[in-house]
């Protein structure tokens, strides 16, 4: 039975997925700090962080927690984290995270 984490390796880019003790992947759901989207993949950035837009039909849950995440943003990294708090300047744009979520973003230039 398959549980836990897992890498695949495919023929251009590796995926990671994350199965509960049922055998299901976790989809919409943050787990140990990473986002694992519809397809129950790890979202991660292509390079350094990238802005990850969540859009209101979608509702993320944490797992542990009652938390809900709806029609916001996120700021994930290279090896799928999502960051939690504070701030992080991609693109020009200065972005401020309070509990995964984006809360406010400024042009810096």
Same mark, same amino acid.
């Given at each position: ?20 003790? #049922? ?6 759901? /943050? *787990?140990?700090? !990473? ?7 790890? $979202? ?22 009652? #938390? ?6 996120? /700021? *994930?990294?290279? !090896? ?7 701030? $992080? ?21």
């Amino acid at each position: 039975m398959m549980t836990g984490k897992r890498k695949v390796e495919g023929e251009s880019d590796d995926y990671h997925d994350y199965f509960r003790n #049922n055998v299901q992947a976790y989809i919409n759901t /943050i *787990v140990g700090g !990473s986002l694992y989207g519809r397809l129950g993949v790890r $979202v991660s950035a292509g390079d350094g962080y990238e802005l990850y837009q969540i859009p209101d039909r979608i509702i993320i849950y944490k797992k542990g927690s009652s #938390n809900q995440f709806k029609d916001c943003a996120f /700021i *994930v990294n290279e !090896s799928g984290k999502l960051k939690k708090s504070g701030t $992080v300047k991609i693109d020009g744009v200065r972005y401020t995270v309070e509990h995964y979520r984006v809360v406010g973003e400024d042009d810096v230039e």
